[in-house]
């Protein structure tokens, strides 16, 4: 079964609204947290890392302030794209990694700004 | 920066054929791994390789650690519809993925 869901799964949002994506661990406590967009067509760019209770690492290029990360649970991140605009539409996609379990992917969440 | 190449970008084969591709990197890595992503779907792992030279199946899939650890081969045998997707190689050590092998298998 899932081990990795998303919420929502797809989303249409106004310009300059803001949404929120959440992602949870159905089967074990995950200590870390991987963020990725994903354009169509392309590759998965990992936007940031989160570790329970602690700051997020976002990689270079990813404002931090745009793309709001809380991992407030073992089981729980969310990702809040603030503000979003026509070219945040893309797909986000939230990884979980566990050091006995390894590392699992969710099911992806469809964003499209209009 | 970091990149992981793939060929070929897209491919459309028949039914019942093989299918090879391959990842390179400029750089050294000490995990490859392979995953399949349907469309619409987060990535599903496929195949780890551990150490150069390492040679694992998985049912109808084989994939092999070059022995440069610069490079990495994913083989499918006889292909089936279902196997349509989009192939990433990817790297623990920086987490990259690959720029991704499109395949399209036709009945």
């Known amino acids: 079964g899932a081990v990795v869901s998303q919420h929502p799964s797809r989303v249409i949002c106004k310009s300059g609204t803001s949404v929120k994506i959440e992602c949870r661990s159905l089967?074990?406590?995950?200590?870390?947290m991987f963020w990725y967009r994903q354009f169509p067509k392309k590759s998965l760019m990992l936007m940031a890392t989160s570790n329970e209770g602690s700051k997020a690492t976002y990689e270079q290029g990813v404002e931090k302030d745009k793309f709001l990360i809380n991992h407030a649970s073992l089981t729980l991140s969310t990702l809040t794209v603030t503000s979003a605009h026509p070219e945040d539409s893309s797909f986000y996609i939230c990884s979980l990694w566990d050091r006995t379990k390894g590392q699992y992917f969710g099911p992806g969440t469809r964003l499209t700004v209009t | 920066g970091q990149q992981l190449n793939q060929s070929p970008q897209s491919m459309f084969i028949q039914e019942g054929e093989d299918v090879s591709m391959n990842c390179t990197s400029s750089s050294i890595f000490n995990t490859w791994l392979w995953y399949k992503q349907d469309p619409g779907e987060g990535p599903v792992l496929l195949i780890a390789?551990?150490?150069?030279?390492e040679l694992t199946s998985n049912g109808r899939l084989t994939a092999q650690f070059g022995i440069t650890r610069k490079d990495s081969f994913l083989n499918i045998s006889a292909s089936i519809p279902s196997d349509v997707g989009i192939y990433f190689c990817?790297?623990?050590?920086?987490?990259?993925f690959g720029t991704g092998t499109r395949l399209q298998v036709f009945p």
């Open positions: 990817r790297n623990t050590d920086k987490l990259i």
């Open positions: 390789l551990y150490k150069a030279g």
């Open positions: 089967d074990f406590q995950a200590t870390t």
